[in-house]
């Protein structure tokens, strides 16, 4: 019988994208057979702290707390290079007044929840779910929100105005891509089995990226009222080489972006990444 293996990833454009290989059916191991599961980010990330799935995509934030359980593969990863989650309000905003304001953050272990508190400690979140941030804004509820997911590319279309961009701000302070999400697998797998899956969930996103319209035709089943351009635009800002692999110069922003988050007294502590080779 094949060994089951659940992966557990957003039901947004660029994981759908990202997995269509095995999804599909198109990349496959006789030795797996593999669930997906389509969850928000911060719903993984709270089921990973049981070890509820096998592999599953998580916050970079939530990363440094499931490091003793989980690894990090080596693909899949999320990287906002010079550009990244946006600050987004009905009218400018002065960024030093923002300690005065309400801003809507996404779940409190996401990635751009951290990158805000290293850009501005302090600031006021009310935590609302991602795909309600937009209208939370719109409505007047908040004073801003930190938009993720495609909420990016539609921003503007609205009438909102950024804020800042975190992603553009990190790359100014270090030089590096901002790391906003990446693919781990639990360890108690063993070294054999981590390495097999791995070079599967490898194989997927080279399968989307080289049969790129038929993965972004499957991938539009999940991007919330995008048309094709603005899904493609998506898909490439987050499916793409740093999502093959995270190289040397991916590596260190990861790296980076732990040991600031803990240099800030945000993160409990150092956290070096571990990943599957």
């Given at each position: ?50 070890g509820r799935y096998e592999v599953t995509a998580v ?16 693909h899949g990863a999320s990287m906002g290079d010079g ?81 800042v961009d975190l992603g553009e701000w990190w790359k ?106």
């Amino acid at each position: 019988m094949p060994q089951r293996i659940t992966v557990a990833h957003s039901p947004d454009a660029d994981d759908a994208f990202m997995f269509y290989g095995l999804a599909s059916g198109k990349v496959h191991d006789a030795e797996f057979e593999f669930v997906h599961v389509l969850e928000d980010i911060q719903t993984l990330n709270e089921r990973a702290f049981t070890g509820r799935y096998e592999v599953t995509a998580v916050s970079f934030h939530a990363y440094a707390l499931l490091a003793e359980r989980y690894a990090l593969l080596p693909h899949g990863a999320s990287m906002g290079d010079g550009y990244g989650p946006i600050l987004v309000a009905k009218q400018p905003v002065d960024p030093a007044s923002l300690p005065a304001k309400k801003i809507a953050v996404p779940g409190p272990l996401t990635s751009a929840v951290l990158a805000l508190r290293m850009w501005r400690p302090g600031l006021p979140e009310i935590v609302v779910p991602f795909d309600r941030i937009l209208d939370e804004v719109l409505a007047g509820r908040v004073d801003a929100g930190l938009i993720i997911h495609e909420g990016q590319v539609t921003y503007a279309s609205l009438g909102l105005h950024k804020v800042v961009d975190l992603g553009e701000w990190w790359k100014g302070e270090t030089g590096l891509p901002l790391p906003l999400g990446g693919n781990v697998i639990r360890k108690d797998l063993g070294p054999a089995v981590m390495r097999r899956i791995s070079h599967l969930l490898r194989a997927s996103i080279q399968f989307g990226l080289s049969h790129r319209d038929e993965a972004l035709t499957h991938a539009m089943q999940y991007g919330r009222d995008l048309n094709r351009q603005n899904a493609d635009r998506f898909v490439g800002m987050y499916v793409n080489d740093w999502t093959l692999d995270y190289g040397d110069r991916g590596r260190e922003a990861v790296r980076r972006f732990l040991a600031r988050g803990y240099e800030a007294h945000i993160l409990p502590r150092l956290v070096l990444p571990e990943f599957v080779d």
